[in-house]
């Protein structure tokens, strides 16, 4: 099967910069994403990591470490409407291969 | 068009009632997600078509759920005999392959299920 957990609340200060953790088992692994949802709205992609290291997209950087089950998004310059929920989303494989979203880290930032 | 739609935004219906919720995947997409979504929660998978494969159903809450996915496009969701514990808000989500970055899944808007 598959379990993926992350922090359930994050708060961080406009200008900062703050990392969020993901920690997964699954069976086989066929890549990990991330999806930023703000309020009342649909998730929508952020970033995607299959191979060890760092992925970077502006001011949205995520790493993966596959022996560890271990991945981080790393938000800099933060604005106020990064605050939302940053889910994050593991694809198994074989006939693990749906994929399973985690409970999601809700980020408020505030002045 | 241009994205995932689903339609409707918002259904309201008593309990006991049936439900048949729409959605029109991105066009070429070859995989298609059902999540459902309560208030402050995070994604819970229910069902998952990839191809002319069989779908994953392993999600599915009930035997009162049950969805279907018609010429490889279009799929609609059923909820039977509606609860008041399936009021959330159902996503449907599609990806153009399931390997790489085009595993990466669009979501539509959603439809917001209220149960009375």
């Known amino acids: 099967g598959q379990n993926i957990d992350q922090p359930t609340e994050m708060t961080a200060t406009e200008g900062a910069i703050v990392q969020i953790n993901c920690t997964y088992q699954?069976?086989?692994?066929?890549?990990l994403f991330w999806y930023q949802q703000h309020a009342g709205e649909a998730p929508t992609f952020l970033s995607y990591?299959?191979?060890?290291g760092l992925e970077e997209k502006g001011r949205f950087s995520s790493f993966l470490s596959r022996s560890k089950g271990y991945s981080y998004l790393l938000l800099k310059e933060l604005q106020m409407k990064d605050s939302a929920s940053y889910l994050c989303?593991?694809?198994?494989?074989?006939?693990?291969?749906?994929?399973?979203f985690g409970a999601g880290t809700r980020l408020a930032v505030h002045p | 068009g241009a994205g995932v739609s689903q339609s409707p935004s918002n259904k309201v219906t008593e309990k006991g009632k049936d439900v048949e919720l729409r959605c029109d995947p991105i066009?070429?997409?070859?995989?298609l997600y059902w999540y459902r979504q309560s208030l402050g929660q995070g994604l819970e998978f229910l069902i998952y078509?990839?191809?002319?494969?069989?779908?994953?159903k392993s999600g599915l809450p009930s035997d009162r759920f049950s969805a279907e996915r018609t010429g490889g496009s279009v799929s609609t969701l059923t909820i039977q005999r509606t609860q008041q514990e399936d009021s959330a808000v159902y996503l449907c989500?599609?990806?153009?392959?399931?390997?790489?970055?085009?595993?990466?899944?669009?979501f539509g808007p959603g439809t917001r299920l209220t149960v009375l």
């Open positions: 989500a599609s990806s153009r392959g399931t390997g790489g970055e085009s595993g990466s899944a669009f």
């Open positions: 989303a593991v694809r198994g494989a074989g006939g693990y291969n749906k994929l399973i």
């Open positions: 699954t069976s086989g692994f066929n890549g």
């Open positions: 078509f990839q191809g002319n494969s069989a779908p994953d």
């Open positions: 990591n299959v191979l060890d």
């Open positions: 066009s070429g997409h070859t995989a």
